[in-house]
């Protein structure tokens, strides 16, 4: 998932809030993973603020439980980091969201895609990652050994709170 709108100037960038827009697309984003029966075990979120604030908002949207490891490393990753960091994922979780930044977000939702997935999710994903964006993937096996073109690509939803 990319983090949702952020307020465009905060003392610095790491300090950015979400933008009331921001909160209410990621409750809107946790409403709808539960509604699609994806319940998280495990969560990976951004350090920064915005990352931070998004995945609140989707875990309190979403009545999710989880208690989110916070990764500096994933500020700055680029995609192949980001697998690395998904990859350290315990092997007792079945379901994990990931809350980063664009474009390392979109560069590895479309790393992951195998292709065999929802042909509609896979074209909409293609015409952007914008804010509050999420890819669903069905991923076999470990955590551990997940690669490029290895997961299932079962869903894209962009967040978006009825304006």
Do not use: C
Request: net charge negative; proline share 4%; glycine share 10%.
């Amino acid at each position: 998932m990319r983090h949702a709108k952020a307020e465009p100037g905060g003392e610095t960038d790491a300090l950015r809030e979400l933008a009331q827009r921001g909160w209410d697309d990621a409750l809107e984003a946790g409403r709808w993973l539960a509604g699609s029966g994806f319940i998280p075990d495990a969560a990976l979120v951004s350090s920064v603020r915005r990352a931070r604030s998004t995945w609140l908002a989707v875990a309190e949207g979403g009545s999710f439980e989880v208690d989110p490891t916070y990764s500096e490393s994933l500020y700055t990753a680029g995609p192949e980091t980001a697998l690395d960091l998904v990859r350290e994922t315990s092997e007792d979780a079945d379901a994990l969201v990931v809350v980063g930044h664009n474009p390392t977000m979109a560069y590895l939702a479309q790393l992951l895609d195998d292709g065999s997935g929802d042909d509609a999710a896979g074209r909409e994903m293609a015409t952007g990652f914008p804010t509050s964006a999420l890819a669903v993937f069905a991923v076999p096996g470990a955590w551990v050994d997940l690669d490029l073109a290895s997961a299932r690509l079962v869903g894209f939803h962009v967040g978006r709170a009825a304006r």
